[in-house]
Each structure stands twice: as structure tokens, then as C-alpha cells.
């Protein structure tokens, strides 16, 4: 195996956030599962757009709008690209909620019928639960869910007992969870999904952001995720669909741009991928994703996933040695994304994010959007540091130190050694 330094990228340098200094101390960003830094790459990119090409897209004739339609269409290209997918059936949405509620709406509306199950799992966020509790609602369907097993993974024995049960329609299902960190077999689960005949949608909110992903070799029918988390702007997610599937689907959202003609009664629609994009869409925003991810490509998708795997394993082996301390999910970096959620005894989450953020230290607390997840592992709140490109070993030290401090503002060790006398 390389060496420590050569599985770790050095790129900090090409995020301008990092110059601030908070409080007067050095930032040290560990949310990057609730969104990334940005490299100056895209924030000049965004701002590029909008001084020099901007203009509608998809109507103007001149030149400024030509150089618009083109810049729009390049990001859709590669964004494609860098996910191993086709441009026309790259959706641009505002993010992988609403991806995901297309697929609910547009799809699920018209192939999920009474006493039809939805199947989710139990460490979904909500904005994969959300969509299809109201789809069952509305439909008179189930929704049913696969439990998570004590490492935090899903059983594929308990999936192919649901599948055999002959009702489902859908699997809707995260790749990376945003609380336990596992990383899901999803060409495991979209196969046997597909042999019963049912379809799957893939949550990669969490994925794309920090692993090769190819939407061709997972096999899913939709795969959804969010630019923000992926070092480009927000207000910018994508969904990849199948071909055969989203040419049969009814459009989402109707009005301009979505529309090949409109007579006063009725109107026809445009072709993929436009159908799914009504309105003018957010055209900076994508142009700043279409370079966050070549950014990420140039450094590499196999070597941002080592160097976040190695950052896991440190926290993981650091976050482990303190007193009182409750991991959640699979306890190996190999198994999980770059995340970590704990708990520490005797200070609340809340707390522990607030007192670390006294050093600098910017970890996120609470349900994580997940709250039927925390209900199953019986928490009300966890605190949770998540990992990027821009990270360091440090950044590590640096929670760990202040995860010490913050025990002795709780005068934990005090009362344990008291207890202990
Ligand atoms: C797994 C997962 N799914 C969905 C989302 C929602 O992302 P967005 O708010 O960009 O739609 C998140 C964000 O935290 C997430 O981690």
C-alpha cells in the first residue's frame, strides 16, 4: 500500500472559505454531508457566467444567447459524463428532493395503484420518504421498509423476502447513508429488484460527492443527487433515468421550455431531457456544477475516495478512544462514506456541536433529517462529522482536541474520577 501522504489529496489552497477565520481561529469544516466548500474554479465559474455569457436559455437567437444555450447544454454533457450517463437522460432539477419528487409524481402516479408497496429502508433521509409516504397515501398503497441490522446495513435476505411477497413496485433506497455512513450494495439491490420486477430509485445525495459513481454499471432505473454536495453551487441536482421509463412518464412540473406545442386546449411535449425542465432553469448554478465536477475529476474519483476512506479511519480509530462514546454504523472505513455520527455521554449533541464550534470546529447535530432512523437506534440527536476533498488530518486533531475540551466544560472527568473514589 502507498504511503499515508500519497493517498491524501492537498488541495485546501483552492478553497477561498478556508482563509477566513471564524472567531478568529482557523476553519475547520467537517459538514461537508450537509454541503461542501467550493474550490474558486466554480465560484469563478458562476460569476463568469453571469458577467460575460449570460442570457436565457433554450429561445434568444443572438449571440449572448447562443453562448448560454451552449454553456447549459456543455454542463449537462458533463455531468453525463462524470456519472457515466446519457445528456438526454440527465434531468436538471433543484436538487435530489425534487428529483426525487419528480420520480414520485411523474412516475409514481400513474404505475403505483392500491395495495402496491413502496419499499424504502429505514436509514433514509427524509427527503427519500417524504415523497412516497404521500404517494401511498394518495393511492391507498403500502410503504413498507427494510430494517437495518445491528452493523447499520440492510439485509438482502429480509429484500428478497419482500420482493417475493409480489406487490412492490418501487425500491427506493440511499447509496451512502447520511447518518451511519454505510454504503449500500446497490447493483446487488437494484438486480434482484429488477428480477421481481419491480424498479429502483437510488438516493446518491451522498455518494457522487465522494466515490466513482456509474449510473450504467448500478443498474438503477432513476439515480438522483444534489450539486451542492459535490463541491458546485446550490440550486442545482440531477436525475438520471432510464430511456424507456422517462420517455412513457408524464411531465412533472408544466409551463414554458417543457412544451414542443400548445394549442388554447392542449398541448404536446418537448423531448428528454427538456420535458422535465419547465421554466428557465438555473443556468449559472449548472455551469458551476458542470466544473465542479470536472474539478473532481481531475483530482480523481479513486483518489478523493482514498483520501476520504483514510480521513474516515482516522476519525473512526480517534473518535473510538474517548470515553463515552457511541458510534454509529459499520465500524470499518471500508464499509462506509466519510462520515461519522456519535454520541458522547452526558453532553447532549447540541452541546458538543456548540462547544467544539467555540475552536473552529463546524460538525453538524440533530436528527440528520432522518428522524425514523434515530427512532430505530433509540436517539433523539446525534453529532456527526463529515469529511471532504479539502480535509486534512488535522481537521481530525483538531475535533478530537475540542471534543476533550468539551468534556472538561462538562466536567465529565472530574465526575468520573469522583465516582470512581
Ligand atoms: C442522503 C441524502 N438524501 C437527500 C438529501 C437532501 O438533499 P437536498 O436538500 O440537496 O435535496 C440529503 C441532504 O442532506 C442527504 O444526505
Not at 447544454?73 to 436538471?92: S, Y
Not at 420518504?129 to 398503497?141: D, F, H, N, T
Not at 440550486?235 to 400548445?262: K, N, W, Y
Request: hydrophobic share 45%; glycine share 10%; charged share 20%.
Amino acid at each position: 500500500m502507498r504511503p499515508v501522504a500519497e493517498r491524501l489529496l492537498s488541495v485546501r489552497e483552492d478553497f477561498p472559505i478556508f482563509q477566513r477565520r471564524p472567531s478568529g481561529k482557523p476553519l475547520i469544516y467537517l459538514d461537508s454531508s450537509s454541503t461542501s466548500q467550493k474550490p474558486a474554479v466554480v465560484i469563478e465559474a458562476l460569476a463568469g457566467h453571469l458577467r460575460e455569457h449570460n442570457a436565457n436559455v433554450h429561445r434568444g437567437v443572438y449571440e449572448l444567447a447562443q453562448e448560454a444555450d451552449a454553456a447549459y447544454e456543455e454542463a449537462r454533457a458533463k455531468v453525463a459524463a462524470f456519472t457515466g450517463a446519457q445528456p438526454q437522460l440527465t434531468i436538471f432539477t433543484k436538487n435530489v428532493t425534487e428529483a426525487i419528487n419528480l420520480v414520485a409524481y411523474a412516475w409514481g402516479r400513474a404505475h403505483v395503484g392500491a395495495g402496491d408497496a413502496v419499499l424504502v429502508t429505514q436509514m433514509e433521509h427524509h427527503a427519500n420518504i417524504i415523497p412516497w409516504q404521500v404517494l401511498c397515501r394518495e393511492r391507498g398503497a403500502n410503504l413498507r421498509y427494510l430494517e437495518v441490522d445491528e452493523r447499520g446495513e440492510l439485509s438482502l435476505q429480509a429484500l428478497e423476502d419482500e420482493l417475493a411477497r409480489g406487490d412492490v413496485r418501487l425500491v427506493a433506497f440511499t447509496h451512502v447513508s447520511n447518518v451511519l455512513g454505510t454504503i449500500n450494495p446497490v447493483a446487488e439491490i437494484t438486480g434482484r429488484a429488477r428480477a421481481a420486477g419491480a424498479l429502483t430509485l437510488v438516493d446518491g445525495a451522498q455518494a457522487v460527492p465522494q466515490m466513482p459513481v456509474d449510473v450504467g454499471e448500478l443498474g438503477a432505473d432513476f439515480y438522483a443527487w444534489t450539486g451542492h454536495k459535490a463541491l458546485g453551487p446550490t440550486g442545482v441536482g440531477v436525475l438520471h433515468g432510464r430511456r424507456e421509463i422517462l420517455e412513457q412518464m408524464e411531465p412533472f412540473l408544466t409551463g414554458g421550455d417543457m412544451i414542443a406545442s400548445v394549442d388554447f386546449q392542449t398541448a404536446t411535449w418537448n423531448e428528454l431531457p427538456w420535458k422535465f425542465e419547465a421554466g428557465t432553469p438555473m443556468i449559472a448554478e449548472a455551469v458551476g456544477l458542470g466544473v465542479a465536477v470536472e474539478y473532481l475529476s481531475a483530482l480523481g474519483m479513486e483518489h478523493v475516495r482514498e483520501h476520504e476512506r483514510e480521513l474516515t479511519a482516522q476519525m473512526l480509530q480517534e473518535l473510538s478512544a474517548l470515553p463515552g462514546v457511541r458510534i454509529l454504523g459499520p465500524p470499518e472505513a471500508e464499509s462506509r462514506g466519510g462520515l461519522v455520527a456519535f454520541t458522547l455521554e452526558g453532553i447532549h449533541p447540541h452541546d458538543v456541536a456548540e462547544l467544539v464550534s467555540r475552536e473552529g470546529v463546524c460538525i453538524r447535530a440533530g436528527h440528520h433529517c432522518a428522524q425514523p432512523l434515530m427512532r430505530c437506534l433509540h436517539l433523539g440527536a446525534t453529532a456527526r462529522a463529515s469529511v471532504g476533498v479539502y480535509n486534512e488530518p488535522s481537521d481530525v486533531e483538531a475535533l478530537v482536541a475540542a471534543l476533550h475540551g468539551a468534556r472538561e466544560v462538562f466536567a465529565l472527568d472530574g465526575a468520573r474520577q469522583g465516582g470512581a473514589a
